[in-house]
């Protein structure tokens, strides 16, 4: 099976760059997508095919993915952003996701 | 505009069975790549299973074998039917859509909760 691990948690204060990272066996050949998700709510993708951002996810979501670490990073990080975050992977048939990152701004 | 709802969870006892359904709209459940997620009570995201749109699916090893997905073309509707199920299996499930063969869930439902136990 294929494993992505994800730091449990990162912290940030209001206004400064977070960065989650997201690691796996050569998770640089596969594409990576990052969810956020909020008490109570469904998941919502911020980024899919690396780096790509959906329609009406923020410019300050950004992504990266090389080697064996795909990042999220959320620039000017804002109180709103304070979420679980997962990384997925797509691997031969199967999803794959990471544990996933609480992000606490403080 | 996409909407997903599913509906069909509850209590149920180990080794009984459930049959989770979601209704799709704003889309042609046919010709799509529709997936089944849970997530256990404060824990993470878990796949369950994917049907593509020729109609393949694939499972979790961990539902393997005791959890079968399903459309009805008719209906615009996905189902999961669950079989033999264990305290483990308890979660929130959700259904999704993927609008691209790169694997990612574009759309969520609001998922629908079921709760194994004696």
């Known amino acids: 099976s294929y494993d992505l691990t994800q730091p449990p948690s990162v912290s940030v204060s209001p206004g400064l760059t977070a960065t989650i990272t997201c690691s796996g066996d050569?998770?640089?050949?596969?594409?990576v997508c990052w969810y956020q998700q909020k008490p109570g709510q469904s998941p919502v993708l911020v980024i899919h095919?690396?780096?790509k951002r959906p329609s009406g996810i923020p410019e300050r979501f950004s992504g990266s993915n090389s080697g064996n670490t795909a990042t999220l990073t959320i620039s000017g990080t804002q109180a709103m952003d304070e979420a679980d975050y997962y990384c997925?992977?797509?691997?031969?048939?199967?999803?794959?996701f990471g544990g996933g990152t609480k992000l606490t701004v403080l | 505009e996409v909407q997903l709802v599913e509906s069909g969870g509850g209590l149920i006892q180990p080794g009984g069975s459930l049959r989770l359904s979601c209704a799709a709209s704003?889309?042609?459940?046919?010709?799509?790549?529709m997936s089944w997620v849970r997530q256990a009570p404060g824990k993470g995201l878990e796949w369950v299973s994917l049907?593509?749109?020729?109609?393949?699916?694939s499972y979790a090893d961990s539902v393997k074998g005791r959890f079968t997905m399903s459309r009805d073309n008719s209906k615009n509707t996905l189902f999961l039917q669950m079989n033999s199920l264990r305290a483990e299996d308890t979660a929130m499930y959700y259904c999704?859509?993927?609008?691209?063969?790169?694997?990612?869930?574009?759309?969520w439902g609001q998922g629908t909760l079921v709760t194994v136990s004696s």
């Open positions: 095919q690396d780096t």
């Open positions: 049907i593509y749109s020729g109609g393949t699916t």
């Open positions: 997925q992977a797509w691997d031969s048939s199967f999803v794959v």
């Open positions: 050569k998770l640089g050949e596969k594409y």
């Open positions: 704003g889309f042609t459940v046919s010709s799509s790549y």
């Open positions: 999704a859509l993927l609008l691209r063969s790169t694997g990612e869930f574009d759309y």
